[in-house]
């Protein structure tokens, strides 16, 4: 005869709880204790306790849901940049096991302010917001009871976020030992904190080097990198270093270097920020500051599942600098 199938019944009595509490630390929703906590996962593994996720979801009729958002300039686009995917990545394996399910908004810029208050309406157990104005995060924070920003955001807005400026820092720093004279920078857009935390960064390390922070405006797209080195190029041709504010800028930059004749790193080094996939495909190889992006987007919805967000929650993770072969002397 088969053995009886634990239930989540057992488990609470087991661990000496309800079965609701029992539930709440099985899918990470709500707060819950430590020790409560400890007590309800030992009595899973004693009891070989499997929750039948698609049974419950449908009991209830619906799936918790980790609401993904995503501000682009060009959202058409989005599929091709490797931040999102690396992102969508790290929430999905925090979300392998529980019954929580990721959902996907992607915004164009003109239309952020009607659509968020949209998508605040539907959020369930939380939501990760990627290029949101800080405004507009502020806004959508005071709807919402669970939100991280994937990036440094508005005050009380909870966050978490890569050491852009230090990241940024040691690339100069690399570029100028490496024995480059005059290195410069394709930045990020201007209202996006990482890219704002990058460009301070590249101009105190070219400042302390001695040199003026030389740098064109541009964006976290293939297009800025090529229109901005376009741009130094005709106003610096004696340039020999490029910081690129990421890997996808920075494949742009590479694009316009080889079209201008200009070979790497022979004639000019180049840097990103990402250390994405791309940097390991380009030709050459292409140093990059690591931005641990799956770790980031996995710490935040673990941290929304366990409602441990709060208007201090704030995380700084490293981001080393790994040299290849486009920065070499």
């Known amino acids: 005869m088969e053995a009886k199938r634990p239930t989540l019944e057992d488990v609470g009595r087991a661990a000496g709880v309800s079965r609701a509490t029992a539930s709440r630390v099985i899918t990470g929703a709500h707060r819950v204790s430590e020790p409560t906590r400890n007590r309800v996962w030992r009595a899973v593994e004693q009891l070989g306790y499997h929750p039948d996720l698609a049974a419950r979801a449908l009991a209830r009729g619906r799936n918790d849901v980790i609401d993904l958002i995503i501000i682009d300039e060009d959202a058409g686009q989005v599929g091709s940049n490797p931040y999102y995917s690396r992102v969508v990545s790290g929430i999905l394996s925090a979300l392998a096991g529980t ?60 966050s978490i976020e890569a050491e852009n400026a230090a990241g940024a820092r040691a690339a100069v720093e690399h570029l100028y030992r490496t024995g480059r004279r005059k290195v410069v920078a394709v930045h990020g857009k201007p209202n996006n904190s990482c890219a704002t935390g990058r460009r301070s960064g590249f101009a105190s390390a070219s400042i302390d080097a001695g ?4 740098g064109a405006e541009g964006g976290f797209c293939l297009e800025a990198g090529v229109t901005g080195t376009q741009q130094l190029l005709a106003d610096h041709p004696d340039l020999d270093g490029i910081f690129a504010a990421c890997d996808l800028t920075a494949m742009g930059v590479l694009r316009a270097l080889n079209e201008s004749g200009r070979r790497v790193p022979d004639d000019v080094a180049l840097v990103g920020f990402d250390d994405s996939f791309l940097a390991s495909v380009a030709t050459p190889a292409m140093t990059s500051v690591r931005q641990p992006v799956e770790h980031m987007a996995a710490m935040a919805t673990r941290a929304l599942l366990a409602d441990e967000t709060g208007p201090s929650w704030h995380r700084v993770e490293p981001a080393p600098l790994q040299i290849r072969r486009s920065s070499a002397a």
């Open 211 to 214: 040199h003026e922070p030389i």
């Open 99 to 158: 019954e929580t399910q990721m959902r996907t908004h992607v915004i164009d810029e003109p239309e952020a302010p009607t659509r968020l208050d949209d998508v605040a309406r539907i959020v369930e157990v939380g939501a990760l917001l990627i290029n949101v104005p800080p405004e507009l995060a502020a806004r959508f924070s005071a709807r919402c009871d669970r939100v991280v920003s994937l990036g440094l955001s508005a005050p009380h807005v909870p």
